[in-house]
């Protein structure tokens, strides 16, 4: 079985300070482990996912996240939030256990930022 | 290469009436997954289906629901007798491969049922 956990509802951050988005996961298996966002009325975008390599994920917008296995965590980073970085934000897992391919995803933080 | 596509973008169907939703997965792509995303929700998983077969549909409601991915095609989430629950973005997704592979979404199609 696998589950997701999004810490924060929602988080707020001044504009060009640092983001942190927090996110446990549970799996059974060696899962994949995956941010998207999703800006207002819009499709999901992948910002950047861990796949057993290097457990420091870099992605696009400068958004990072680091696997923790022994705390069971993939939590989001940016070292300066823009204007444009404001949306929903959402982790995934995903493992071949018996889900066969079905992602389980977060409910989702919304991130806010202040100018 | 376009992207995951779905039509319509929106849909407006009154109660007890018909909806179809389309999703044409990326080129090359032959795993497709529906999603549903309800007002201030996450996404919750629905089917995973590939080219003529359904893989797993755990997240289907029991009726009215159906899934299917033709040999030719889209992929089509019908819904019989819609309800006013069943406003909600659907989201498709399409991968490769099975398993861990990334997903690609769709722009999603947004019901609203009168």
């Known amino acids: 079985a696998q589950s997701v956990t999004q810490l924060d509802s929602h988080v707020s951050v001044s504009e060009g300070t640092p983001v942190l988005l927090r996110c446990n996961y549970s799996?059974?298996?060696?899962?994949?482990l995956f941010w998207y966002v999703q800006h207002p009325n819009k499709g999901l975008q992948l910002l950047l996912k861990?796949?057993?390599?290097?457990?420091l994920v870099k992605g696009i917008n400068g958004f990072e996240a680091e696997f923790k296995k022994s705390e069971t965590s993939f939590h989001l980073t940016k070292p300066s939030a823009h204007m444009s970085d404001a949306a929903e934000y959402f982790c995934?897992?995903?493992?071949?256990?018996?889900?066969?391919?079905?992602?389980?995803f977060g409910d989702g933080t919304t991130l806010t930022v202040k100018p | 290469n376009a992207g995951v596509m779905q039509n319509p973008r929106h849909l407006v169907r009154r109660r007890g009436q018909e909806a179809r939703l389309r999703c044409s997965p990326m080129?090359?792509?032959?795993?497709v997954y529906w999603y549903r995303q309800l007002p201030e929700e996450g996404l919750k998983f629905m089917v995973y289906?590939?080219?003529?077969?359904?893989?797993?549909e755990s997240g289907m409601p029991k009726e009215r629901f159906s899934a299917e991915f033709p040999k030719e095609g889209p992929s089509i989430l019908r819904i019989q007798q819609v309800v006013r629950g069943d406003s909600a973005a659907y989201f498709c997704?399409?991968?490769?491969?099975?398993?861990?592979?990334?997903?690609?979404f769709g722009p999603g199609t947004r019901l609203t049922v009168l």
């Open positions: 997704a399409s991968s490769p491969t099975r398993g861990t592979d990334t997903q690609y």
């Open positions: 799996s059974s298996y060696s899962p994949s």
């Open positions: 861990y796949t057993s390599a290097a457990t």
């Open positions: 995934v897992v995903s493992d071949l256990s018996a889900n066969a391919g079905k992602s389980t």
């Open positions: 080129k090359g792509h032959s795993h």
């Open positions: 289906l590939q080219k003529e077969n359904i893989i797993d």
